[in-house]
């Protein structure tokens, strides 16, 4: 049997270079060896998914540093401004749900991964104590 389901994080890893090299060579006779992988990495990220521990920005961070990616590359990926994107990674802004999807689409996880509520430090919203409040703008007289 060529592929079975992952035991290890070397085993991992392997398969996932094995999936870019032929999401890569972009042939159609790889693609059911591309769905099974996806399948066996994906179950493998199921189980042993530390997602849960970081903040979406942490995550963010954490996924920008393993693909060698600056702020400008992150606005080129969801359309955003280099200072929005800083926004963004300093808690001064939160997440729209469009950046969310196209995080979730460009880094190939779950948009729930991204979808979850952390403390803003921006003004507006620093009076709020319930972090679930953190995308939008309040109108609220002081």
């Known amino acids: ?4 389901v992952i035991k290890s994080k070397e085993q991992y890893t392997n398969y996932c270079n094995i999936v870019e090299e032929l999401i890569i060579k972009d042939e159609e006779k790889y693609q059911d060896e591309v769905e099974l992988l996806s399948v066996l990495i994906e179950k493998w990220d199921n189980e042993h998914n ?10 963010l961070k954490s996924l920008m540093n393993e693909h060698s990616l600056k702020a400008k590359d992150m606005g080129d990926i969801t359309g955003l401004s280099k200072g929005t994107i800083s926004k963004i990674l300093n ?27 952390y403390k803003l430090i921006n003004e507006v919203n620093r009076h709020f104590k319930n972090a679930s409040l953190m995308n939008t703008k309040k109108d609220i007289a002081i």
């Open 50 to 59: 530390t997602f849960n521990e970081l903040d979406p920005i942490q995550l």
């Open 1 to 4: 049997m060529k592929y079975t």
């Open 91 to 117: 808690y001064h802004k939160g997440l729209s749900k469009e950046t969310i999807r196209k995080l979730s689409d460009h880094f190939n996880i779950s948009q729930e991964a991204f979808n979850r509520p």
